[in-house]
């Protein structure tokens, strides 16, 4: 290829083009510093305005103020499926799901790893996972309900947010959904999302704590895993992930320059519907695969007549410079994942080839 692909890759996945030419050319010497921000010491004043600044800009687009701390931790979402209950859940506690997939099965099961109480609230599996269930039962004696806002391999999201009692901290798994839409962060008590899908690379997991979640961590956790040493040293107990926050500072202020979370998520949503509409006029020849309403703005799922027409679908569209397409291994199909940095170029020439690609076949 001798031009940019048309990036619908899952995560890692398309970063902005203007994020990377920033990078590029702040690569050998940063800012006058003589050294790249990969070679500069996560100790130094200048490293210290890099993680300040990504900081600040979460806190900023989220709407977030003292009462919030950000972390930028490694491990992934995943370590956090393990330290949330490890941090938030008393062994005379009950740790609360809701199950939409296979990420939420990861996160209850590591809770009952550890040997937590634990309870399912709500689960769309009997149905496939296709729908986000609307209803839930919390268990007596509630840590914490645990959402995750985005199923990355399904293809389904919350258009809303669970409320919960008084009292009950909701945490959110929102790797795949992170800062591309407006949201009321207020209401969860903890959040956390790999960056790899809409704010940066690989390498980090970005983690918002309410301060006053504080009192409830539990004591005497291993130093690594226990929120309190990362809040305490600014996620600086260990050396950090220090380029991969330095890109996700530069992707927040993008998102900034951008208009904000509100264009950011209408870019979104145009985006979206082009490929949505395309499968919606498309007479069957594509088949969503989740319901309507809680379809997906980051990851479009669909089906095609055959696994052979599928296929054909994925080899034609690389053919012409579209990537990514496979549906995740554990379901199939086809999934475009229009994340913020996905052009709407991208989405509007996939959106042409799914229209051709029907005509022809
Ligand atoms: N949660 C969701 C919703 C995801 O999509 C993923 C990764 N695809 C994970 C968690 C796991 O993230 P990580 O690879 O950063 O551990």
Not at 107 to 133: D, R
Request: net charge neutral.
């Amino acid at each position: 290829m001798e031009t940019r692909a048309h990036n619908f890759n899952a995560g890692p996945a398309v970063l902005p083009e203007e994020v990377l030419r920033e990078i590029q050319a702040d690569l050998l010497n940063y800012k006058g510093t003589g050294q790249s921000v990969m070679e500069m010491s996560h100790r130094s004043k200048e490293y210290q305005a890099i993680i300040d600044d990504a900081m600040a800009r979460v806190k900023n687009l989220y709407e977030l103020g003292d009462d919030y701390n950000v972390l930028f931790l490694q491990g992934g979402a995943s370590l956090q499926f393990l330290m949330v209950p490890m941090n938030l859940c008393p062994n005379d506690k009950v740790a609360n799901y809701i199950n939409t997939g296979v990420w939420a099965t990861k996160a209850y099961k590591e809770a009952k790893k550890l040997g937590k109480q634990v309870n399912i609230a709500a689960s769309s599996e009997e149905g496939k996972f296709s729908y986000i269930p609307k209803e839930y039962k919390l268990s007596d004696n509630p840590a914490y309900l645990h959402i995750t806002n985005n199923n990355t391999i399904y293809g389904t999201e919350y258009h809303f947010d669970p409320v919960v009692p008084a009292g009950v901290p909701l945490v959110a798994d929102m790797s795949s959904n992170f800062m591309s839409k407006p949201i009321d962060a207020k209401k969860y008590s903890l959040i956390y999302a790999g960056a790899q899908k809409n704010v940066g690379p690989s390498g980090c997991v970005v983690v918002i704590i309410r301060k006053d979640l504080i009192e409830k961590f539990q004591p005497d956790l291993p130093t690594m895993l226990d929120y309190k040493t990362q809040i305490d040293n600014g996620s600086m107990f260990n050396t950090p992930p220090t380029f991969a926050i330095y890109i996700i500072g530069l992707v927040l202020k993008w998102i900034e320059d951008c208009g904000g979370l509100k264009q950011v998520a209408l870019n979104n949503q145009a985006k979206a519907k082009l490929i949505y509409d395309a499968i919606d006029n498309s007479n069957g020849f594509y088949r969503g695969t989740v319901a309507k309403e809680d379809r997906s703005l980051m990851n479009i799922t669909f089906r095609l007549a055959s696994e052979e027409l599928e296929e054909k679908f994925i080899k034609e569209a690389k053919a012409l410079g579209m990537i990514g397409l496979k549906g995740h291994r554990s379901v199939g199909g086809v999934r475009a994942s229009t994340y913020n940095a996905c052009p709407y170029a991208s989405c509007h020439a996939l959106a042409e080839f799914m229209k051709k690609f029907q005509s022809e076949n």
